[in-house]
């Protein structure tokens, strides 16, 4: 049998638009590498302050030992999920649900049982990811949502969550059901030995083998993240710092957002993130703009 023709730009199939299109304000928000970089750290910070969803990283994360790994995985699963079509962002969220399968076991701190199948954990891990890239993006976005807007941004965002398992009516879904949800589970948050370990690791990423190319950026988005958590959050974790230090961590990242717009640092940025959510941007991009 002859070998099939590659398939050329007119030839390919036509990709529908996902689950939000370049009309969606997640394209906007999720668009910037600095939101999503910044917006990303700030997550697994205040992530690792539930007890229960900090237990299963701690006992189930290869992250320290391989922290590219994860940034990768993390990256192309949000690229995809944002900018691939709905088939691309469906078997992204099966492999996320494969892992979370053997996701379980037994918190010390609180002693309860947890599994990343859980809804509640779900929720917390789902609302704080999807909160952390619109605190970056009302930072670092470039343009001001409305707040109709930001409603829409958390309301777009459910579908995600559903293809991970997660009831949809379980998520915050507006502004202030976020407000909300949030003073809910504000009295449940706790500072564990496992959680500091995750905290250090994005104030003060370690100089190994695999982050020393990236090192001196982490520490200034690492510190970037920090000054958008919420102040008694910050308390808490034990990571509260001055105004002044947050104003020199915003300069920064806005001067690493200029650089980033250089050739070379741009393909350093697309090889810390990985080929796959490089390719998944880019396809929608030109597929958005023939």
Same mark, same amino acid.
Not at 75 to 101: C, I, L, N, P
Not at 117 to 136: G, K, M, R, Y
Not at 167 to 175: F, H, I, L, S, W
């Given at each position: 049998?002859?070998?099939?023709?590659? =398939?050329? %730009?007119? +030839?390919?199939?036509?990709?529908?638009?996902?689950?939000?299109?370049?009309?969606?304000?997640?394209?906007?928000?999720?668009?910037?590498?600095?939101? +999503?970089?910044?917006?990303? !750290?700030?997550? *697994?910070? /205040?992530?690792?302050?539930?007890?229960?969803?900090?237990?299963?990283?701690?006992? &189930?994360?290869? #992250?320290?030992?391989?922290?590219?790994?994860? *940034?990768?995985?993390?990256?192309? @699963?949000?690229?995809?999920?944002?900018?691939? %079509?709905?088939?691309?962002?469906?078997?992204?969220?099966?492999?996320?649900?494969?892992?979370?399968?053997?996701?379980?076991? /037994?918190?010390?701190?609180?002693?309860?049982? $947890?599994?990343?199948?859980?809804?509640?954990?779900?929720?917390?891990?789902?609302?704080?990811?999807? &909160?952390?890239?619109?605190?970056? &993006?009302?930072?670092?976005?470039?343009?001001?949502?409305?707040?109709?807007?930001?409603?829409? #941004?958390?309301?777009?965002? /459910?579908?995600?969550?559903?293809?991970?398992?997660?009831?949809?009516?379980?998520?915050?879904?507006?502004?202030?059901?976020?407000?909300? $949800?949030?003073?809910?589970?504000?009295?449940?948050?706790?500072?564990? %030995?496992?959680?500091?370990?995750?905290?250090? @690791?994005?104030?003060?990423?370690? =100089?190994?083998?695999? =982050?020393?190319? #990236?090192?001196?950026?982490?520490? /200034?988005?690492?510190?970037?993240?920090?000054?958008?958590?919420?102040?008694? !959050?910050?308390?808490?974790?034990?990571?509260?710092?001055?105004?002044?230090?947050?104003?020199?961590?915003?300069?920064?990242?806005?001067?690493?957002?200029?650089? =980033?717009?250089?050739?070379?640092?741009?393909? !350093?940025?697309?090889?810390?993130?990985?080929?796959?959510?490089?390719?998944?941007?880019?396809?929608?991009?030109? %597929?958005?703009?023939?």
């Amino acid at each position: 049998m002859a070998a099939a023709e590659p =398939l050329t %730009d007119a +030839a390919m199939p036509p990709r529908d638009r996902g689950l939000f299109g370049p009309a969606s304000v997640t394209w906007r928000v999720h668009g910037s590498p600095t939101v +999503a970089l910044v917006g990303g !750290l700030r997550a *697994l910070l /205040v992530q690792s302050l539930h007890p229960l969803a900090m237990a299963g990283v701690a006992q &189930h994360s290869d #992250y320290r030992a391989r922290p590219l790994d994860r *940034l990768r995985r993390t990256a192309e @699963f949000v690229a995809t999920t944002t900018f691939g %079509d709905t088939a691309q962002a469906a078997r992204a969220a099966r492999r996320v649900r494969a892992v979370h399968r053997r996701v379980r076991g /037994v918190d010390p701190v609180t002693g309860a049982a $947890y599994s990343a199948d859980d809804p509640e954990t779900q929720v917390w891990i789902h609302t704080v990811e999807i &909160h952390s890239f619109l605190a970056a &993006h009302r930072v670092y976005g470039g343009d001001r949502l409305t707040a109709a807007e930001e409603d829409r #941004y958390f309301a777009e965002n /459910v579908a995600v969550a559903e293809l991970l398992g997660t009831p949809g009516d379980r998520v915050p879904a507006t502004v202030e059901e976020v407000r909300a $949800y949030f003073a809910a589970v504000r009295p449940r948050l706790c500072v564990s %030995d496992a959680a500091r370990d995750a905290i250090s @690791f994005v104030v003060a990423p370690p =100089l190994n083998a695999q =982050l020393a190319p #990236y090192w001196p950026a982490l520490r /200034v988005l690492g510190r970037a993240a920090v000054a958008l958590v919420p102040s008694d !959050l910050r308390r808490l974790a034990g990571i509260d710092g001055s105004a002044a230090v947050d104003t020199i961590a915003y300069l920064q990242v806005h001067a690493m957002a200029r650089l =980033l717009t250089l050739p070379g640092a741009r393909d !350093l940025l697309g090889h810390a993130l990985g080929a796959r959510t490089r390719e998944v941007a880019l396809a929608a991009r030109r %597929d958005s703009n023939p």
